[in-house]
């Protein structure tokens, strides 16, 4: 269990932080990276939140927010195992496996029933709910690059498969929502028109 008495230690006044296994290290290091790109994520998603409990017509508001509150939960597991490589995490640590990658999927394919398949791309815009989804999906393909930067400079065993299965499956996952949500809200979608049919 954590314990956090005070936040202010100031034992990152000289732009060094600490990762899950102890080691010091620059703040601009690729882990501290991958873990503060997640935290954005997760940051986001609690955007996402307040702006669907806002919208009191929205039926659907409360189970979403249950939903959206595991992913946060989820994307804090994954940020912790981030911060070291695998062979170093606490034997412990319960690990983000595939069960929820498959979780999201068929959370997707439940959404996907109700919509149309697209013609083209959509616009990130919509109403607040939407558009934070939008900027909640872009910081989650941000954190799956940087995810991948790690693996090809340190190797395919410097983090597991299922954080880069988890952070695909979960853009995927922001993106249906968005549209889910917009349909059940009457809202039209913007989709792309290229510049020679414009």
Known sequence: MVRITKVHTGAGDTGKTSLLDGKRVGKENMRVGVYGTIDEVNSQIGVVRMELLRMNDFQFSTELDQKLSLIQQELFDIGGECSCTPGLLPPQMALIGIEQCNRLVEEMDKWLVDLEPLTSFIMPTGSAPVATMHVARTITRRAERKVCEIIAIEGENAIRTEIICY?????????????????????????WTPLGKR
Request: no cysteine.
């Open 167 to 191: 952070l695909n499956r979960l853009s995927d996952w922001l993106f249906v929502l968005g549209r889910w949500v917009s349909l059940k809200n009457n809202e039209v979608e913007v989709l």
